[in-house]
């Protein structure tokens, strides 16, 4: 674009946030805009809000690409001789590549952490801290641009696969990032087709359309609660963590449908979520937890379950086994032989559960 309308457009959009108090910008397309003018656009609406107070404004865009495109867009570049700061954050499609086929258990929850792991790899430029990456990305679990929403029903029996979208919903909460939900996720929501309008129905037309009672509401009510009271999910550092169906051999679950561990650690609070994604069957093992934080025989209580009452999940402390009694294959490929502590997790199917060290 030449300079006048570059500058016609970033004023336009600095109009509005004044005339109707906008409060952020999502911004359509972004991987088709010119790296340079979003980087600017970004940095000049980020100003322009500062200067009038805003100081959490917040723009975000689609790039739906991978994340080296992605790493053009956002944040503060230190190898860029600009110093300039672009949008706030990208609508996260790596990890929407994966995670939906790993909570229905049609991936393995290794690929999750994949995702991460290349992430941390790229964007070690953009980034100052293992738990500062979350804010650069916006995760989400379906979109308008779909041709089939996340929550499936089957006509057959339409509440079989309801605890996938409340497991989804607890996952999405407590992995690194922001969360966005498309809107009637919250309502059942289950359009799908061979184009994007099959995704767009409204809920307005009918009674009660919008239910504060309807069960998948009441699980984003929940888990929203957890994040906001907990806030090693919102800015704590992750881990993925090697489970155990026997307390000896430890892995990170490479088989659909698996078992998807990880931890978010901010200072001494230690949260842990397992997800069983097995429709079918339930897991009982132990999940690797921080060695310095869980002295052996250190308990957790339940934050969360999507299949019982947090009264009913019972918890087990912390176990301790030294060197040489276990044998951990790291995702690196590499492996280890202990010391390790271990928490003890038994899971229905379809069970996500959201603990925290006491």
């Not at 805003?54 to 230190?78: C, L, M, P, Q, S």
């Not at 025989?297 to 276990?326: I, M, W």
Request: charged share 20%; net charge neutral.
């Amino acid at each position: 674009l030449f300079r006048p309308v570059r500058t016609a457009l970033i004023r336009a959009y600095q109009y509005l946030i004044a005339k109707y108090d906008v409060d952020g910008f999502r911004i359509d397309t972004l991987k088709y805009v010119e790296p340079e003018f979003a980087q600017v656009f970004g940095n000049a609406i980020r100003e322009y809000a500062l200067s009038l107070g805003k100081k959490n404004f917040f723009t975000f865009g689609e790039v739906y690409d991978g994340e080296e495109k992605i790493a053009h867009f956002i944040g503060r570049n230190a190898l860029d001789p600009g110093d300039l700061t672009g949008v706030d954050a990208a609508l996260d499609f790596p990890l929407f590549f994966q995670l939906p086929a790993v909570v229905k258990g049609m991936l393995p929850p290794q690929a999750v952490a994949n995702v991460f792991e290349r992430r941390k790899q790229i964007l070690r430029g953009l980034i100052s801290s293992h738990g500062d990456i979350g804010r650069y990305f916006v995760t989400f679990l379906d979109n308008h641009d779909l041709n089939q929403r996340f929550y499936y029903s089957d006509p057959a029996n339409p509440q079989a696969f309801d605890d996938q979208v409340s497991m989804a919903v607890a996952c999405l909460f407590a992995l690194q990032g922001i969360p966005c939900l498309y809107y009637g996720t919250e309502q059942g929501m289950h359009g799908s087709g061979s184009s994007p309008e099959a995704v767009r129905e409204a809920l307005w037309g009918k009674p009660n359309a919008f239910s504060r009672e309807h069960p998948f509401y009441q699980a984003v009510r929940q888990v929203s609660a957890i994040r906001e009271n907990q806030p090693a999910l919102r800015y704590g550092r992750q881990y993925f963590r090697p489970i155990s169906g026997n307390g000896a051999q430890f892995g990170m679950s490479t088989f659909a449908p698996g078992v998807l561990a990880f931890s978010r650690i901010l200072g001494d609070d230690e949260v842990v979520v397992v997800a069983n994604t097995d429709p079918r069957a339930g897991w009982q093992g132990h999940v690797l937890v921080d060695l310095a934080l869980n002295p052996p025989f250190s308990t957790y209580e339940a934050l969360y379950s999507n299949r019982r009452s947090v009264g009913d999940v019972q918890v087990e402390p912390v176990l301790h086994k030294g060197p040489g009694n276990v044998e951990i294959h790291h995702a690196d490929g590499g492996v280890s032989f202990g010391p390790v502590r271990m928490l003890p997790v038994s899971l229905q199917p379809s069970e996500v559960v959201i603990l925290r060290r006491l």
